[in-house]
């Protein structure tokens, strides 16, 4: 394989951890607002869209996105956890992004959206706690 660094492919596992840690954290600060500091502004939020019962999706979406970001910080269940926030971005992309255009619109969720899909295929990497099944 043609590279410039043919080296550094012995730390390819690295980029899975990288990929972990950065999807991670920003689920967990998208998520955290969402349950526990304005719930009931984004339950008005989603009602505003369409998105019902409010309340039951801002719980769900806010879960998902912290504990999944969790789960993707310390590797466990990554492809299950990459799985559902992938499905969040599609959602969020039909639902709310996808009117608002390409630039300052959904092209922040799609990039998130690949990302996640990526990690679906991909080993979870160093320091992760699956376990090979």
Known sequence: MLSIFPDLFFLEQLSELV??????????AHGYPKLFKDFAG???????YGIKPAT???????????????LLIIGLFTQIAA????????VAIIKVKFRQGFVNGYE??????????????????????DLPF
């Open 19 to 28: 990929l972990r840690l950065v999807l991670g954290v920003i689920f967990i």
């Open 42 to 48: 984004t339950a008005q939020f989603f009602e505003s």
């Open 56 to 70: 039951f999706w801002v719980i769900v979406v806010g879960v998902v996105e912290f504990v999944g970001g969790i």
């Open 83 to 90: 799985i559902l926030l992938a499905i969040n971005m599609v």
């Open 108 to 129: 922040f969720d799609l990039a998130l959206l690949a990302m996640t899909i990526a990690l679906v295929f991909l080993k979870p990497g160093f320091f992760s706690i």
